[in-house]
């Protein structure tokens, strides 16, 4: 008798949906990649302004609910960025209601503003957002074509595939464990980098 397939856990993608997702994003592999990291940084960005906690969890759950999806539909999807921006909107309703039963409802903001104050705090966001967005792509640019090709192949998978890190690991002649202190510092050299260059 054939030994059952394993099953996969809500959260984790099958390399088929996590690359047919990345394919969507740019034909070029890693032109994509960056597209994803990009995504990513936007998103976490999306939830902390939104008083969501764990906003980077958030951001995991968006891209993988995205890829999972866009694999599982029929339907054409011409535009993939406003299609996640879509499933976030619908996770941020879905986190705000989880918050709201465990904190205290006077821990939460006071974010009822007027419309024109909305307005106007929209449009700082949004500048201060593509500031920070090519704060990061200057700061990418600025490590060495091999860290940035491990900094982001290992962002990408956000952990779900044990396989695809164990190579990269071996690609780079690392052991797990120290390609990801490599990673670690890398994304704290990162952060430092976009600090600096929004010259806080």
């Given at each position: 008798m054939a030994d059952p397939k394993p099953t996969l856990s809500p959260d984790v993608l099958t390399q088929e949906q996590f690359?047919?997702?990345?394919?969507?994003?740019?034909?070029?592999?890693?032109q994509a990649a960056l597209k994803y990291e990009e995504l990513h940084f936007?998103?976490?960005?999306?939830?902390?302004?939104?008083?969501?906690?764990?906003?980077?969890?958030?951001?995991?759950?968006?891209?993988?609910?995205?890829?999972?999806?866009?694999?599982?539909t029929a339907e054409e999807v011409l535009d993939v960025e406003a299609f996640v921006w879509g499933i976030a909107r619908r996770i941020?309703?879905?986190?705000?209601?989880?918050?709201?039963?465990?904190?205290?409802?006077?821990?939460?903001?006071?974010?009822?503003?007027?419309?024109?104050?909305?307005?106007?705090?929209?449009?700082?966001?949004?500048?201060?957002?593509?500031?920070?967005?090519?704060?990061?792509r200057t700061c990418l640019g600025r490590l060495s074509q091999e860290d940035q090709e491990?900094?982001?192949?290992?962002?990408?998978?956000?952990?779900?595939?044990?396989?695809t890190r164990k190579r990269l690991a071996e690609k780079f002649g690392l052991t797990s464990g120290t390609l990801r202190v490599r990673v670690i510092r890398l994304r704290e050299k990162l952060e430092k980098c976009v600090t600096k260059c929004l010259g806080h």
């Amino acid at each position: 008798m054939a030994d059952p397939k394993p099953t996969l856990s809500p959260d984790v993608l099958t390399q088929e949906q996590f690359h047919g997702f990345l394919q969507r994003l740019n034909a070029d592999r890693e032109q994509a990649a960056l597209k994803y990291e990009e995504l990513h940084f936007k998103l976490v960005k999306f939830f902390q302004w939104s008083y969501c906690s764990a906003a980077e969890d958030l951001a995991d759950e968006t891209l993988t609910r995205t890829a999972r999806k866009l694999h599982s539909t029929a339907e054409e999807v011409l535009d993939v960025e406003a299609f996640v921006w879509g499933i976030a909107r619908r996770i941020r309703q879905e986190g705000r209601k989880k918050d709201l039963k465990t904190i205290n409802l006077a821990q939460v903001p006071d974010n009822k503003l007027s419309d024109a104050g909305e307005s106007i705090a929209a449009i700082h966001k949004k500048i201060q957002l593509q500031k920070e967005v090519q704060c990061l792509r200057t700061c990418l640019g600025r490590l060495s074509q091999e860290d940035q090709e491990l900094f982001l192949a290992y962002r990408i998978n956000k952990g779900r595939y044990v396989e695809t890190r164990k190579r990269l690991a071996e690609k780079f002649g690392l052991t797990s464990g120290t390609l990801r202190v490599r990673v670690i510092r890398l994304r704290e050299k990162l952060e430092k980098c976009v600090t600096k260059c929004l010259g806080h």
